[in-house]
T-cell receptor, first 114, second 113 residues
Framework: GENVEQHPSTLSVQEGDSAVIKCTYS??????FPWYKQELGKRPQLIID?????GEKKDQRIAVTLNKTAKHFSLHITETQPEDSAVYFC?????????????FGKGTLLTVNP | ETGVTQSPTHLIKTRGQQVTLRCSSQ?????VSWYQQALGQGPQFIFQ???????GRGNFPPRFSGLQFPNYSSELNVNALELDDSALYLC????????????FGPGTRLTVT
């Protein structure tokens, strides 16, 4: 089955700096890669996603890149703010039809210091 | 538009007991997936329901079972609870046509003593 590795497990940056979180996946048939943000005690929130037919996607300060050959994808957050502090999870799916099972990484605790 | 809701928020059970968790999907969503999130870990896929039928299952034993109702709400049942079942149980709903975008509920925190 699919295996998703996520690094680093913790990341501390100064406000205004950039943050990068990287994930690798094992199943070459995976075609959907979402990123979720989970604040303490709250639900995971979908913040950005990318399909396998796209190499990069950007939404304001957040961007995701995908390298299908190397089977890795990354989350980039620019101009970080204290409210970006949370646990971030990457996930991968080889879904078809209505079955899009998500396999998650173990998460990255991002701390943005004011 | 109503988001995904779950009940109860938290509960405590004793080893060997049975538990039922409930999920109401987001308005218009007909696909529900259940995940188990242990402390400090990413969510793990339990199973998915689509049009009232199980549509994929993760590596969980048969004592984890579920249902989906005609209004697309869903239940997760766990029999013979074990200490390791203590976790946050999340459900996520999605539109049939966009089943890849899954939106999570707030979760049910289950503690087994």
């Amino acid at each position: 089955g699919e295996n998703v590795e996520q690094h680093p497990s913790t990341l501390s940056v100064q406000e205004g700096d950039s943050a990068v979180i990287k994930c690798t996946y094992s199943d070459s048939a995976s075609n959907y890669f979402p990123w979720y943000k989970q604040e303490l005690g709250k639900r995971p929130q979908l913040i950005i996603d990318i399909r396998s037919n796209v190499g990069e996607k950007k939404d304001q300060r957040i961007a995701v890149t995908l390298n299908k050959t190397a089977k890795h994808f990354s989350l980039h957050i620019t101009e970080t703010q204290p409210e970006d502090s949370a646990v971030y999870f990457c996930a991968a799916s080889r879904g078809e039809g209505s079955n899009y099972k998500l396999t998650f990484g173990k998460g990255t605790l991002l701390t943005v210091n004011p | 538009e109503t988001g995904v809701t779950q009940s109860p928020t938290h509960l405590i059970k004793t080893r060997g007991q049975q538990v039922t968790l409930r999920c109401s999907s987001q308005s218009g969503h007909n696909t529900v997936s259940w995940y188990q999130q242990a402390l400090g870990q990413g969510p793990q896929f339990i199973f998915q329901y689509y049009r009232e039928e199980e549509n994929g299952r993760g590596n969980f034993p048969p004592r984890f079972s579920g249902l989906q109702f005609p209004n697309y709400s869903s239940e997760l049942n766990v029999n013979a609870l074990e200490l390791d079942d203590s976790a946050l149980y999340l459900c996520a709903s999605s539109l049939e046509r966009q089943a890849y975008e899954q939106y999570f509920g707030p979760g049910t925190r289950l503690t087994v003593t």
